[in-house]
């Protein structure tokens, strides 16, 4: 048998800040996949319709612009020395931009655009056709690859991720008070699951992973376990 038969998608999807991408990035390291945080390709189109000034006041956004605008916005990810990965828009690296708290209140109506989801979904499917691969996101087990082998599913209460993105923040160096970013992660989460074009949802087939008592460690371990099982079936 071929190695690639062997080789899966595994779908992370869950509520804004509860840890997918950690757990995402960590279990494709361990097992040699590749990782694709959908959150920061809708973050590059935020920052792209910003910087052109497709966003006004009170988060409107004006959609036949975003709309044109998509064939110019290509995004790729690059490997950092360090081993992290980082975002590129159009060959710029916006790793750090696009977690700004001014981006974050914008891309809940970015990503809600019909367009914008068709054009990165068909973007996503590309990243996977080789299989292997670790995706996290909003709608990956239910709308990028409703087949993947295995979809995990993850939840913590708002407040706990919203103490998370404090910290991510901070260690950053962007201060940031705790009470926005309570009400920027409840906020995304009322705009995720309302929105008409694939909102946040669980698939029906996807494993629940509430993390708010567990180590990194613990974690981990759930994951390889839950990955050495769908590959031995
Ligand atoms: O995971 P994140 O917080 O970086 O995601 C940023 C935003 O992108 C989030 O508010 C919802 C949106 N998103 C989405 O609609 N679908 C995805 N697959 C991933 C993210």
């Known amino acids: 048998m071929d190695t690639n038969d062997k080789k899966i998608i595994i779908a992370i999807d869950g509520y804004s800040s509860s840890g997918k991408s950690t757990m995402a990035k ?8 590749k990782y ?23 988060h409107t956004v004006n959609i036949p612009a975003i709309e044109e605008a998509l064939h110019k916005i290509d995004i790729t990810f690059t490997l950092m020395p360090d081993g992290t990965q980082h975002t590129l828009l159009n060959g710029e690296d916006v790793e750090n931009l696009i977690r700004q708290l001014d981006l974050s209140e914008n891309v ?12 990165l979904v068909r973007k996503q499917q590309d990243f996977g056709k080789e299989r292997g691969i670790v995706m996290d996101g909003r709608d990956i087990g239910t709308t990028v690859f409703p087949d993947a082998e295995l979809k995990i599913f993850v939840n913590a209460p708002a407040a706990t991720r919203a103490m998370r993105r404090v910290k991510e923040l901070q260690e950053k160096g962007v201060p940031v008070s705790y009470d926005k970013v309570l009400a920027n992660v409840v906020s995304r989460d009322r705009q995720d699951e309302t929105r008409a074009e694939s909102p946040l949802r ?3 087939d996807a494993v629940d992973l509430d993390n708010s ?4 460690k613990e974690q981990d371990a759930i994951l390889i376990k839950l990955y050495n099982d769908r590959i031995s079936c």
Do not use: C, F, W
């Not at 694709?36 to 006004?56: C, K, Q, S």
């Not at 970015?110 to 989801?117: D, F, L, N, T, Y």
């Open 26 to 33: 960590s279990l494709a390291k361990a097992i040699g996949y």
């Open 36 to 58: 694709v945080d959908t959150g920061a390709m809708y973050r590059a189109v935020t920052l792209y319709a910003m910087r052109h000034g497709m966003i006004g006041a009170n």
């Open 108 to 119: 809940s109506p970015v990503s809600a655009i019909p367009a914008v989801r068709q054009n």
């Open 202 to 204: 669980r698939a029906e």
């Open 213 to 216: 008592n567990l180590t990194l």
